[in-house]
């Protein structure tokens, strides 16, 4: 890749441990595809105060705005988004929970459309599934669909890393193929009726989330099939539409 590219890795703990040294293992095998790596630890972020300002009256009513500007800053920027958390009692870290609360408004507000994502968990042993279930859950609903992941077993990496870095390089090249041919993302149904369910959840809250509705009218969301340019099949299309209309008139009913 000719032009440079960044990756912005946010991490859900303070050590620099099991979790940064898989990141450093991405950030080598990355260089050598004109991937710069940046670090965001996101311990020294503020509790969410839990008022809702960030929905009702925008981000910059939010009680602790400094610290989460100066993250939102970084992640404009990206091109690439890694999401990396140590796996704590089968769910991401805290630290990687509250940042995601802290970003509450990206779930109702989906903007990071022209971003990808990867998602990295470390564990003992367990809880990786469950725990990268829920990341994929959270950066599709920003916009920024996942292009992999990685859980790694740290019990087995201590006995053998080989294929852990064979994997890392496998990975890498697809990241690099992935952002080189600017794939499309393709959404399944499940995102396709999210969409759309969204949408009628949208226009029945205006007057109570005015910002929601100003946001998905002006992203010409209250008319299209999806949030972004995709891959949308035909048939699962039509199966979302089919759930929004009902949706609606069991709505419309009360
Ligand atoms: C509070 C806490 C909960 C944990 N829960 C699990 C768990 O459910 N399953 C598991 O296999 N490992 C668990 N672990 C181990 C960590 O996931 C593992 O050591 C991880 O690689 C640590 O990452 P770090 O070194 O980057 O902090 C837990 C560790 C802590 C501190």
Redesign the pocket.
Known sequence: MKEEKTILALIG?K?K????KILQMFEDELKKYNFTMKYAFLHKIAFCAGCERCLYEGIESCPYYEDIEEIIKKISKADVLFLAT?????AVSGIMKNFIDRLVYFMHRPWLFNKRSFLIA??????GKETLGYLDNVVRRWGCFPMGKIIVR?ALFEKNSNQVTKEIEKLSKKIYNDVLNNKKPKPGLYELTYFRIMRVMVSFAKEYLPLDYMHWKESNWLESDFYCDANISKSKNLLAKFVEKRVQKAIDKG
């Open positions: 703990t050590r441990k099991s979790t940064y140590p796996v704590y009692c089968d470390t564990t003992k042993y367990s809880g740290m």
